[in-house]
């Protein structure tokens, strides 16, 4: 053998070499399409409850705004750039014994609003309301 073809044999890569080195770029991408996947789907709901959550406080501000004694459940969607958002409320009439507050009878409602989207993903928030309290009249005691 001549010096030439000892030379070319050292520095050329073999069949085996070059398919374990291309399996491993495979696997490689593989795993980044992966990540990359998720990391999207993470997003897009990070996005939802982003939204979501904030059209929620958006809704109970304006249930709240119609006062304590006008509070009732209803359903709708919201408008313009959100109407692919749906809200859902119900009210309920708290009693003492499910307070545990004595004299809170008639003072405190409850208001589970649902906002979803599509009716595949949704939350749901909570908030309880006091009607307001009227000061007794005559100096204090």
Known sequence: MSCFALWRREEAFTLLEVMVAVAV???SFAALLGAQSQSLSVAAMARFESVASLLAKQKL???EAG???NLSGGSGEFA???SEYQWKAEVKDLA???TGIKGSQGMLKLIALAVSRDEKES???RAVVMAKIEPAEGPPP
């Open 25 to 27: 770029i495979a696997m």
């Open 61 to 63: 501000a304006e249930l």
């Open 67 to 69: 006062g304590f004694e």
């Open 80 to 82: 313009d750039e959100f």
């Open 96 to 98: 003492e014994d499910e």
């Open 123 to 125: 939350i749901e928030v």
